[in-house]
């Protein structure tokens, strides 16, 4: 498949969505570990860790996830809320905001801008709903590469965390 002729297609996504969302997970935990990156989710495929399987049919039925397509076939998704996990110690913003809880692509179709199309869509989504703010936090570690993607997006660092031993940033976007 020549994917530069086939746009990428976001759509609102549903329960019906977790197995595909739990199979990008899945391989996302195998591409880390291939490269030598075992803290981030750590080494068991996310659909069996603890609580993962639930974890990811609640973000489709009580959040709004979101499913980027190439031909009609998910390559990644997107979750969006109203405000962080309440397991991660991040205050709230203060004011309306949506969230990033979820940003996860098929790594067999990288480079093609799927987690680039996804953020452009939560912002817009913010945007549609009148509200300024959009935060995410993913994990400091490593050489930053995950903090330089955001930053690549739009969104500037704000707060350093720990959740445990796993270090944490919290990036935001101001939506015009």
Do not use: K
């Not at 994917?3 to 990428?8: A, G, N, S, V, Y």
């Not at 195998?30 to 075992?38: L, V």
């Not at 803290?39 to 993962?52: A, C």
Request: a negative charge; charged letters at 20%; proline letters at 8%.
């Amino acid at each position: 498949m020549d994917d530069t002729t086939h746009p990428i297609r976001i759509r609102q996504g549903g329960p019906a969505d977790a197995p595909a969302i739990l199979d990008m997970l899945d391989a996302a935990v195998a591409w880390m570990n291939d490269r030598g990156n075992t803290e981030q989710w750590g080494t068991t495929p996310y659909s069996r860790t603890p609580g993962g399987v639930a974890r990811v049919e609640r973000y489709t039925t009580e959040n709004s996830p979101y499913v980027a397509e190439l031909d009609g076939t998910p390559v990644g998704a997107l979750v969006l809320d109203s405000g962080p996990s309440p397991r991660m110690p991040i205050a709230p913003a203060g004011e309306p905001e949506r969230y990033v809880r979820l940003l996860v692509s098929d790594r067999r179709h990288a480079g093609l801008g799927i987690g680039a199309a996804l953020l452009a869509h939560a912002a817009e989504e913010a945007r549609r709903a009148g509200v300024r703010l959009l935060r995410v936090d993913c994990w400091a570690g490593g050489g930053g590469e995950l903090v330089a993607f955001y930053e690549r997006n739009g969104f500037t660092p704000t707060d350093r965390f720990l959740s445990g031993t796993w270090p944490g940033q919290v990036l935001a976007m101001r939506i015009g």
